[in-house]
T-cell receptor
Framework: AQSVTQLDSHVSVSEGTPVLLRCNYS??????LFWYVQHPNKGLQLLLK??????LVKGINGFEAEFKKSETSFHLTKPSAHMSDAAEYFC???????????FGTGTSLTVIP | GAVVSQHPSWVICKSGTSVKIECRSL??????MFWYRQFPKQSLMLMAT?????????EQGVEKDKFLINHASLTLSTLTVTSAHPEDSSFYIC?????????????FGPGTRLTVL
């Protein structure tokens, strides 16, 4: 069975400081993993995806995530937070066969000026 | 590339009426689209999987006669909320599955805010 746990429901950082959003997954398969961002009242935008290639994945807007199989983790990081990064972030694991997505509960990121 | 649109972006309707929401993949073909529902401050809940040319597959607990899905072409899926009630008020988001470049990815529409009075 596929599932995702986002360990923090809310994260606050100061502008210019590093961001760490944590995600652990459970999968019976070799998983595909994604991070999406959602700004208020908007749809989801793909930040990055892992599909069994390089374990360190670089995404848009300076975000990156590292796939660690031994820890079943796929944490999202950014070296320096910007005010525009304030949003809801979702970690997702994919069931490759029918292409279903399993969403985490989301992490709300606040960036303090 | 990989843009998905939804129409309308918001709709207000009276209780008992039906509302149709369109989901279009603008620059790629999608044999599979998904419909999600999102309550305030919560994650996305998958309602159904829409397959072009065949019946939709509904998740457990989702009424197929209330949420009618039609995947008319490789770029269009519609969700019709029939006999809407206030408890159907929600944010509905569609996604289109892309298999381009050997990666299986979903691209999401901007969502439709439904308010039932």
């Amino acid at each position: 069975a596929q599932s995702v746990t986002q360990l923090d429901s809310h994260v606050s950082v100061s502008e210019g400081t590093p961001v760490l959003l944590r995600c652990n997954y459970s999968s019976s398969y070799s998983p595909s993993l994604f991070w999406y961002v959602q700004h208020p009242n908007k749809g989801l935008q793909l930040l990055l995806k892992y599909t069994s290639a390089a374990t360190l994945v670089k995404g848009i807007n300076g975000f990156e995530a590292e796939f660690k199989k031994s820890e079943t983790s796929f944490h999202l990081t950014k070296p320096s937070a910007h005010m525009s990064d304030a949003a809801e972030y979702f970690c997702v694991v994919s069931d490759n066969s029918p292409g279903k997505f399993y969403f985490g509960t989301g992490t709300s990121l606040t960036v303090i000026p | 590339g990989a843009v998905v649109s939804q129409h309308p972006s918001w709709v207000i309707c009276k209780s008992g009426t039906s509302v149709k929401i369109e989901c279009r993949s603008l620059d790629f073909q999608a044999t599979t689209m998904f419909w999600y529902r999102q309550f305030p401050k919560q994650s996305l809940m998958l309602m159904a999987t829409s397959n072009e040319g065949s019946k939709a597959t509904y998740e457990q607990g989702v009424e197929k006669d209330k949420f009618l899905i039609n995947h008319a072409s490789l770029t269009l899926s519609t969700l019709t909320v029939t006999s809407a009630h206030p408890e159907d008020s929600s944010f509905y988001i569609c996604s289109a599955r892309s298999l381009a470049g050997s990666t299986d990815t979903q691209y999401f529409g901007p969502g439709t805010r439904l308010t039932v009075l």
